[in-house]
């Protein structure tokens, strides 16, 4: 298990058995876009011990990371267009992270939550003084935000959903984990190469050229997809569309978006095997035959 500090998320827009849907969410509103991205929430009251928001008996606590609790401690992010999201909890009994009516914070069994999306489980960011931490608010009620109570730096400390005041109780950052990128309804997970070429292969435990963290840019929810195995280089294409993992100075392009359960380029080239998905297939770009993708947490 990885307890290292994660990079957290850019300022804002991002297998547990969760639907992905396209199309008209309540109201309107447009439903998931991205894949689920598992990810710690930091609070900033407790830099740098590192204290992350926990459920637990039914209640948001913030609580420093152990063993015993990881799986507590780990959220499932589900970004939306227009900047919105839902937080699920991967415990044992997943639940959902619900504002209600705006007013009081609630944790829902997962199969209460349903397709349209209730406004009540969907939240907005927004970066505060430009740094990495930011308000968590209720997309129904955006006076009210996520809110440490009373400020408090004990261990166990309760979170509550609480009137937008500035405090620093309120902020908080997002850390995304180290990820298998699995092909849906296979055990094959992408994986880079000894040519920096991006293929996919059976999973394995033991192999970080598997691992991968997708880091969201919360202004448009596009995001950049870092490898483990290889230091300070990304997933990236060039003009040709040719796909590698190289360094950011390569003159390469690492900007990608998600449609769905697939990964594509801001114009829509998607990552693809072509229909081949059998052990040591080249992953690829093309328009046609996108790769149905879903992100497993490495813990």
Not at 53 to 59: C, G, I, K, R
Not at 97 to 122: D, H, I, V, Y
Not at 187 to 201: A, G, K, M, T, Y
Request: glycine share 8%; proline share 5%.
């Amino acid at each position: 298990i990885e307890h290292s500090r994660n990079e957290t998320c850019s300022p804002p827009p991002s297998s547990m058995a969760f639907v992905s849907h396209k199309g008209s969410d309540i109201d309107g509103h447009d439903g998931p876009s991205q894949l689920k991205q598992y990810m710690y929430i930091q609070s900033s009251l407790n830099k740098p011990n590192g204290y992350y928001l926990t459920a637990l008996d039914n209640q948001v606590l913030n609580s420093p990371l152990t063993n015993d609790l990881l799986q507590f401690q780990l959220w499932c992010v589900q970004f939306y267009d227009g900047g919105k999201f839902t937080i699920a909890s991967k415990g044992a009994q997943p639940q959902m992270m619900s504002s209600g009516s705006g007013k009081q914070l609630q944790l829902l069994r997962l199969e209460a939550s349903s397709f349209p999306t209730p406004p009540g489980q969907l939240w907005t960011y927004e970066n505060v003084d430009s740094g990495s931490d930011g308000l968590i608010k209720a997309f129904i009620s955006p006076g009210n935000v996520l809110d440490i109570v009373g400020g408090s730096l004990s261990e166990g400390a309760q979170v509550q959903l609480y009137a937008q005041n500035g405090g620093p109780n309120q902020r908080f950052s997002f850390e995304p984990v180290w990820s298998y990128i699995q092909i849906t309804g296979t055990d094959l997970v992408l994986e880079v190469d000894s040519n920096n070429q991006v293929i996919c292969n059976t999973k394995s435990t033991s192999n970080d050229n598997q691992l991968w963290r997708l880091k969201y840019s919360w202004t448009d929810g596009n995001f950049q997809i870092s490898a483990k195995s290889q230091q300070s280089m990304m997933m990236a294409y060039d003009h040709d569309l040719s796909l590698a993992v190289v360094h950011l100075s390569s003159g390469s392009t690492n900007i990608w978006k998600g449609d769905g359960n697939s990964v594509c380029t801001p114009r829509s080239h998607y990552l693809t095997t072509n229909g081949n998905t059998t052990a040591g297939s080249q992953v690829i770009i093309s328009t046609t035959n996108p790769l149905q993708l879903d992100l497993l947490p490495q813990i």
